[in-house]
């Protein structure tokens, strides 16, 4: 019954700007440190970042320090990222999940960045 459902991804230009949402349900999810994952075409699943229950963030990728950024609203059980000053190398399918829960992964969300 945990369902996680990413939305928000689509075609951008390079430079440009785009805000993904992950709605959870079927578990206490203010109890639970949300992660943002993403998977290239023949890449890996990489992790981009966790915030945990308060709304800290933990740590973000290198890779994409300082032009993403991750938020949560508990009331609403939706954890967003920011993504700016979007590159084609964040091209990639973008998933999010709670730790320590198995089988909660969605089927993401595509985001392209091409010009």
């Known amino acids: 019954q945990v369902q996680l459902v990413e939305s928000g991804g689509g075609l951008v230009q390079p430079g440009g700007s785009l805000r993904l949402s992950c709605l959870a349900s079927g578990f206490s999810f203010s109890s639970y440190r949300m992660s943002w994952y993403r998977q290239a075409l023949g890449g890996v699943r990489e992790v981009l970042g966790t915030?945990?229950?308060?709304?800290?963030?933990?740590n973000y990728a290198d890779s994409v320090k300082g032009r993403f950024t991750i938020s949560r609203d508990n009331a609403k059980n939706t954890v967003y990222l920011q993504m700016n000053s979007l590159k084609p190398e964040d091209t990639a399918v973008y998933f999010c999940?709670?730790?320590?829960?198995?089988?909660?992964w969605g089927q993401g969300t595509q985001v392209t960045v091409s010009s």
């Open positions: 999940k709670a730790t320590n829960l198995p089988g909660s």
């Open positions: 915030i945990n229950k308060n709304g800290v963030v933990e």
